[in-house]
Structures are given as structure tokens and as C-alpha cells.
């Protein structure tokens, strides 16, 4: 069973430039209706970011509701070997109640087997992003990485956000958001505003592409503006 990590310091302008810069890069994905996978690890150890990501979710629908309808899957796992996906929600109401109802159990990472649910969602119907929120990894990586690869095959990549500091879950998730075609970056108690323009932001992107992603930047928060303003 994995032990709880200590959060320090917030996410580094580096560490979110690199994620623009990987964000920016992508296609395009199709305008219009949009579906992303918002997936969480629900073991023992992130009860507080779960509560976190409950404040937070919101954010994904108002920031997309003048590009498209966003459809989001809700995914997490916890307990021995307990997995659980959501149906399509496309209000912030359903998706707060969904995550309301989750308790998080003490076990270990499930990360192949959400991996495994996304590619097949992505085969019957396209998913525009999938978001993952962790902070550990037990499973084998380069498995973990095949099917990254397969879900970059896809065109469905990966954005991978890191709570703490474990430096082989950085390395792990760092490869698999490069072979899905994705971005990765770490975040911490400290950096709860920066987390929220971020979610916010891979949702703008599943719904509008660059552009909007581009476009929502200069409305955001003034860091993320900035750096922005670097990679032009």
C-alpha cells in the first residue's frame, strides 16, 4: 500500500511553461460537441485533493459554454481493486454529485486499468483529453507507456497533473503525456489557483483547439499570461 507524500512547494513557472508548450503543440480536435475523460486517483492518500478537485470542477464547464458542449466522464479508482466510470455529464451539478458520493480507500495504483477503459471509450467515439490527477505509480511503466502509446495513436492524449514530488511517478508520467501526445505538470497544496486555470484549460482545448486555448489564456490567470506571452 503507498505511503502519503509531503506536498512543498508550488508548481515552478518552469513546470507550467513546459505544459503550454506541450498543450500548444497538439491537433486540433473537432469543433463542437467534445468529450474528455477526467480521471482521479482515489486512494487513500488524496482525500484532500479529491475535495480540492470538487471545488474545482466547475471550472471546466463555464470556460467551455461559448465553444461547444464538453461531455465529461468522471473515472477513479481506490480500494483493492475497485474502478468506477461515470456515464457522460454535461453539467457541473451531475459531476459534483458523482464525486460527492466517492470515498477514498486505502490500495494501490489502477493506472493500466483507467488507461485500458479510455482506449476503449476513445474507439467507440472519439475523447478530445483525457485528464489524470496523481501522485504515485506501482505498476509496471513500460506497460503504463504502451498504452499511452496507443491512446497517442489515437489522437487522444493525456494531461498529467502530479500532486507532490515522487521522482519515479514524475518520470512515469512524464513519458506516458509524451507518447499520448499530451502535456504533463506537477502541482501542490500552494498552487490550488494554478491547478484550477490548468483543468480549466485542457477542457478549453478538448472543446475549442489552440485557439481557444490561446485565447483563454489571455483571460486567465496572470501567470499562465505570461508565459503564454513567452511562447509566442
Not at 493506472?111 to 501522485?135: C, M, N, W, Y
Not at 519515479?168 to 486555470?197: E, H, I, V
Request: aromatic residues 6%; charged residues 20%.
Amino acid at each position: 500500500m503507498k505511503e502519503k507524500h509531503a506536498l512543498s512547494t508550488v508548481s515552478s513557472h518552469q513546470d507550467i511553461e513546459e505544459f503550454l508548450q506541450q498543450a500548444q503543440q497538439l491537433a486540433a480536435p473537432v469543433h463542437g460537441n467534445a468529450r474528455m475523460i477526467f480521471a482521479l486517483d482515489a486512494t487513500a492518500s488524496r482525500e484532500r485533493t479529491w475535495d480540492h478537485a470538487c471545488h474545482l470542477q466547475s471550472e471546466m464547464f463555464l470556460q467551455t459554454q461559448e465553444l461547444g458542449k464538453l461531455a465529461i466522464q468522471l473515472c477513479h479508482y481506490g480500494g483493492l481493486s475497485s474502478f468506477s466510470a461515470s456515464g457522460w455529464l454535461q453539467d457541473t451539478n451531475s459531476l459534483l454529485n458523482r464525486m460527492n458520493s466517492v470515498k477514498c480507500l486505502g490500495g494501490h495504483t489502477q493506472i493500466a486499468r483507467l488507461l485500458e477503459h479510455s482506449l476503449k471509450q476513445t474507439r467507440q467515439q472519439p475523447v478530445q483529453a483525457i485528464i489524470f490527477i496523481g501522485d504515485c505509480v506501482e505498476e509496471p511503466v513500460d506497460f503504463l507507456c504502451q498504452l499511452s502509446g496507443q491512446l497517442g495513436i489515437h489522437s487522444t492524449p493525456l494531461f498529467i497533473f502530479q500532486e507532490g514530488r515522487d521522482i519515479t511517478a514524475a518520470r512515469a508520467f512524464k513519458q506516458m503525456a509524451k507518447l499520448s501526445g499530451g502535456a504533463y505538470c506537477r502541482f501542490d497544496d500552494s498552487s490550488a489557483a494554478t491547478l484550477k486555470a490548468l483543468l480549466s484549460a485542457v477542457a478549453v482545448y478538448a472543446t475549442g483547439g489552440r485557439r481557444a486555448l490561446l485565447e483563454y489564456a489571455k483571460k486567465g490567470d496572470p501567470d499562465i499570461l505570461q508565459l503564454t506571452h513567452q511562447l509566442k
